[in-house]
């Protein structure tokens, strides 16, 4: 018989990893959308690829610093919150112990275990590592693996400029008269991949999200066309 291996990834390394890859598609899928609409509105307008290249350059720097900044917001948000409720029961554990000790144990006993045994692996935990006990059963915060807002930024930005990439390069490298087919094909294939990827890492059905995220892609760039070919022939 061969022993069991543990190298695949559980719990909450699984659960964050696959946070992670979802993040990083749902960006991607962002800097796909939103360049595409541009550029394809600007094409509606005018044909001329200094213009489209300026567009999407213009739009894939300001949807990636707009991501990487709202996430580092968001997530700095976050781990101010994870740190203040590290704090307050750092203070309780100190002030009252054995009321900590206590709540351990009811927490220990909604999970399934005995009286005894709740009280057993209370005290256990409590004499390896109260706040990090406390941390992980009560507050379900891990004091090892914070969140971080330079990481989250980063990917953010990372995953928008490499999905935006992908309608600006469509636009503007083939001839003229294929920029648009060639745009529209790309972005929609892009679309039925991370739709696909979302929805398989949310362990969801990914014909539906397939779908979804086709029709919404498609839906923003004809209207997007439809306003850039507008202002073209009024030349504005």
Do not use: C
Request: aromatic content about 4%; glycine content about 10%.
């Amino acid at each position: 018989m061969t022993e069991p291996t543990h190298d695949e990834p559980h719990g909450s390394a699984l659960g964050a990893r696959l946070n992670w890859l979802r993040a990083a598609v749902l960006g991607a899928n962002d800097g796909i959308v939103s360049t595409a609409g541009l550029v394809v509105g600007v094409a509606g307008a005018t044909g001329s690829r200094s213009a489209l290249l300026t567009a999407g350059l213009a739009g894939l720097l300001a949807g990636s610093m707009s991501m990487a900044a709202g996430e580092y917001v968001s997530v700095s948000t976050q781990r101010d919150s994870e740190m203040a409720a590290l704090a307050v029961e750092k203070r309780e554990l100190r002030e009252q112990p054995e009321a900590e000790l206590r709540e351990l144990t009811e927490l220990l006993e909604q999970r399934g275990l005995s009286r005894e045994v709740a009280r057993e692996a209370a005290e256990q935990l409590t004499a390896r590592d109260a706040l990090r006990a406390h941390a992980r059963v009560e507050l379900g915060i891990d004091p090892d693996e914070l969140t971080n807002p330079w990481h989250a930024a980063w990917a953010s930005f990372l995953a928008f400029t490499v999905g935006a990439l992908l309608p600006l390069l469509a636009i503007v490298l083939p001839p003229a008269d294929w920029r648009l087919a060639v745009t529209v094909l790309s972005v929609l294939a892009a679309l039925t991949l991370t739709g696909f990827s979302s929805a398989r890492l949310g362990a969801a059905a990914p014909k539906r999200a397939v779908l979804r995220n086709v029709a919404g892609g498609a839906l923003a760039m004809a209207v997007t066309y439809a306003a850039g070919s507008l202002l073209g022939a009024v030349g504005v």
